[in-house]
């Protein structure tokens, strides 16, 4: 498989013939001592304006962030491998023995997972002791809104934010609360926000196909959310990360739109016939080749890992925890020997919840956060992997 790389690589222009000498983790650039940002645009600021913003610049380039409180929430009812083994050909052992899952959480009812995020996002506020009203960004990481045109919003207004903060989602599947990691220090660093909020959340129950016993045994609902802070870049909480996405992997795992048979209907036109109005649409179910998936994650995350920590300037022996997508415990286990690091160093609570995509990462955080197991000022090494096919992964420091 080709892996092609997303890190953003601009074009620094040349300044008095000055060579580039340095790459800022933050993704700022400086030609020697002179500091300088690189932004959006089609055209090179001259020299003039260059100085000029000298001391903006700079603030910019010193500018951290880090990971300052979390938060997580997960629906009441719990489905266990004995609950499944009632409606498909299955039972405790198999699921285990291929999964290490044993159970999962499951939305019902009227509940939604919108519900779950602001449940997540008011602990995580209430950790890093932060008012709603000083969130600068709410992102939404999750690949199964409430609303086709992203439930952000609503989150947003139900944690009572009275300054109309921005708010979106981002859909990366299991890769999204990575990418929603990258993206708040991006706009911490380059925008100056100073409070972002990036939750993952999905609920996969409502995608699966219940009589498919390859893909309804895997998964869970779920949330977990990060206040990720701005601060000087010596308590900076993202040293480095690497990201990824190869569209010719969509086959192996996708939720596709279809057409419903029974809508749409034809009008003619200028003696001709076509199909309109267009026939009604939704998503199909989870689709999912397991084996070309589990030989693609234990692939590229080791190598994706292995290019964070350089980006970082770390090795492995910098690492604490990893802390990977919860999507089968024989990738977890695959990965940590590959790169050489002990069982007891891994985060897993796959166990309990199943693989809950973009919540995966964030709920495993909380929990190792509030149980003590994850220490304040510890490295982990954290990535996702899944549809798209995308993968990611970060070197952070939990503060």
Partial sequence: MEIASLIFTPKVPQLNKMRVSAIFPS??????????????????????????????????????CKLVGCGSAVPKLQISNDDLSKIVDTNDEWIAVRTGIRNRRVLTGKDRMTGLAVEAAQKALEMAEVNPDDVDLVLLCTSTPDDLFGSAPQIQAALGCKKNPLAFDITAACSGFVLGLVSASCYIRGGGFKNVLVIGADALSRYVD?????????????????????????????????????????????????????????????????????????????????????????????????????????????IDWLLLHQANQRILDAVAT??????????????????????????????????????????????????????????????
């Fill in 210 to 318: 219940w009589t498919d016993r390859g893909t309804c045994i895997l998964f869970g609902d779920a949330a977990g959310a990060v206040l990720v802070q701005a601060c000087d870049s010596d308590e900076d909480g993202l040293f480095g990360f690497d990201l990824h996405t190869d569209g010719e992997g969509n086959r192996h795992l996708n939720a596709s739109v279809k057409e419903n048979e029974t809508d749409g209907g034809l009008f003619s036109t200028n003696g001709s016939v076509v199909e309109f109005p267009p026939k009604g649409s939704s998503y199909s179910l989870v689709q999912m080749n397991g084996r070309e998936v589990f030989r693609f994650a234990c692939q590229v995350v080791p190598q994706s890992i292995e290019i964070a920590l350089e980006n970082a300037g770390m090795t492995r022996s910098n």
């Fill in 27 to 64: 993704g700022f650039y400086s030609p020697d001592a002179i500091p300088m940002r690189v932004s959006c645009s089609s055209t090179v600021q001259g020299s003039d304006q260059l100085f000029a913003s000298k001391s903006q610049s700079s603030r910019l380039i010193g500018k951290g």
């Fill in 338 to 399: 590959r790169l050489e690091i002990p069982e007891d160093r891994v985060i897993s609570n796959l166990a309990n919840y199943g693989n809950t995509s973009a919540a995966s990462i964030p709920l495993a955080l909380d929990e190792s956060v509030r149980s003590g197991k994850i220490k304040s000022g510890q490295t982990i090494a954290t990535a996702g992997f899944g549809a798209g096919l995308t993968w990611g992964s970060a070197i952070i420091r939990w503060n």
